[in-house]
């Protein structure tokens, strides 16, 4: 099992820009991808983001698509979020979740249910 924690949520006005981190535990990272999913209250959770198990390929929700960007780190086990130009709509709790391919895997995987492992979420509120 892989246990990961989000960090670096927070108010930011809308047109800022926010970091988000998902640290992961374990020895073996690269054998997942990991993905993005945030979830707004009463809303289903939405995948924002995807990166391969090298960070070789990227995916991208068409509302986050040119301001989000989603690298990975193996070395340090990170896979972080960078997003610019937030805006209201933004507003959620992000969640990291890793799919291990070893397993099985599906490319994109933009369900949540197609994840093995989730952390707890970190809120972003973007103000107007």
């Known amino acids: 099992q892989v246990q990961l924690v989000e960090s670096g949520g927070g108010l930011v006005q809308a047109g800022g820009s926010l970091r988000l981190s998902c640290a992961a535990s374990?020895?073996?990272?690269?054998?997942?991808?990991v993905g993005w999913f945030r979830q707004a209250p009463g809303k289903e959770r939405e995948f924002v983001a995807q990166i391969s198990r090298i960070g070789t390929y990227t995916y991208y929700a068409d509302s986050v698509k040119d301001r989000f960007t989603i690298y990975r780190d193996n070395a340090k086990n990170t896979v972080d979020l960078q997003m610019n130009s937030l805006k209201p709509e933004d507003t959620a709790v992000y969640f990291c979740?890793?799919?291990?391919?070893?397993?099985?895997?599906?490319?994109?995987?933009?369900?949540?249910?197609?994840?093995?492992?989730w952390g707890q979420g970190t809120q972003v509120t973007v103000s107007s």
């Open positions: 979740a890793a799919d291990d391919v070893r397993a099985s895997s599906k490319w994109p995987a933009k369900l949540a249910s197609e994840y093995d492992y």
């Open positions: 374990g020895r073996t990272f690269s054998s997942y991808t």
